[in-house]
């Protein structure tokens, strides 16, 4: 009889929390502008979590012990870690600013080394796209030269491009202008004079290209080298382009959509010889010279 009663407890607690977790991962997508990509990663996390930790209620007080999820990951590299466990604190806060009283148990954080996808040099990306076919060569050339997250690529409207400016959503909805450099818009004359899409850049049976497929044409370009290249690497050697040649950090974060200038610094990663020049600039005992 014991054992129903606590078998019946666990099955509703299971249905309460799924239940919220579903309203949860909608509002991620409804009020923070999250990729379906994004919000898969957190669903699937959730459902990992929810499956491996012990969950009990008590004076209408919800306490999920993380310790057997946490034995169930340890495998895992720390930064899979984090971002598995920073999904589950982000469904605590929903559930708590919505009344619903949590307590996570072991939810310690997990120390993650701040690393960085290595930039592609620009040599090296010219090398890729003198062998790439127009669409594919028009998928590499706006990751590179807007500093695109592969989600803004794939929901960019024809809407938003002008003669010189890219209208860029971001996350949570955030919308950006980035200057399109006179050798892309040619470009994209171009590609539209050939594929003709209708409402979004890259489109496929009328309905915009996913991100996956978006992808798939950076891995392509890059195989034909021998270079294996993500997007994010792409967005990356944008920065560190910019940075290099001397651009202010807070412009750079303004135009890869960042809400800190602190992401763009550790983003960057800005090279120890621009450190000096810049401090030999400022430094009064320089008098302005590069080198002193």
């Known amino acids: 009889m014991q054992q129903n009663t606590i078998a019946?407890?666990?099955s509703f607690l299971k249905k309460f929390i799924n239940k919220h977790k579903k309203a949860f991962l909608?509002?991620?997508?409804e009020s923070r502008g999250y990729s379906d990509l994004t919000i898969k990663s957190y669903d699937e996390s959730l459902s990992e979590m929810l499956t491996f930790a012990e969950i009990t209620e008590q004076d209408n007080t919800l306490t999920f012990n993380l310790m057997p999820y946490r034995i169930h990951i340890s495998g895992l590299n720390p930064k899979t870690i984090s971002k598995k466990l920073s999904a589950v604190r982000s469904f605590a806060n929903y559930m708590n600013e919505n009344k619903l009283k949590v307590v996570l148990l072991s939810d310690e954080s997990v120390k993650v080394a701040k690393t960085l996808p290595k930039p592609i040099t620009h040599k090296h990306i010219i090398e890729a796209l003198e062998h790439a076919p127009l669409q594919e060569r028009i998928v590499v050339e706006m990751l590179y030269t807007l500093g695109l997250r592969i989600s803004?690529?794939?929901?960019l409207r024809l809407s938003d491009i002008s003669q010189e400016w890219v209208r860029v959503l971001g996350k949570g909805k955030k919308q950006r202008d980035v200057p399109l450099l006179g050798s892309t818009r040619a470009l994209l004359e171009e590609y539209l004079s050939q594929f003709h899409p209708k409402i979004f850049l890259f489109e496929k049976n009328s309905?915009?290209?996913s991100e996956n497929s978006?992808?798939?044409i950076v891995t392509?370009?890059?195989q034909r080298v021998s270079l294996k290249v993500t997007p994010h690497q792409l967005r990356h050697s944008y920065a560190t382009s910019l940075l290099n040649e001397g651009?202010?950090?807070?412009?750079?974060?303004?135009?890869?959509?960042h809400a800190s200038m602190a992401t763009t610094?550790?983003?960057t990663k800005l090279g120890s010889v621009l450190k000096q020049q810049i401090y030999n600039k400022a430094h009064p005992l320089c008098g302005g010279e590069t080198e002193c």
């Open 8 to 10: 019946n407890l666990r």
């Open 26 to 29: 909608e509002s991620l997508e």
């Open 152 to 155: 803004e690529l794939a929901s």
């Open 207 to 209: 309905e915009k290209l």
């Open 214 to 216: 978006l992808r798939y």
């Open 220 to 222: 392509k370009v890059f």
């Open 247 to 257: 651009a202010m950090i807070a412009d750079v974060s303004e135009l890869l959509g």
């Open 265 to 267: 610094q550790i983003y």
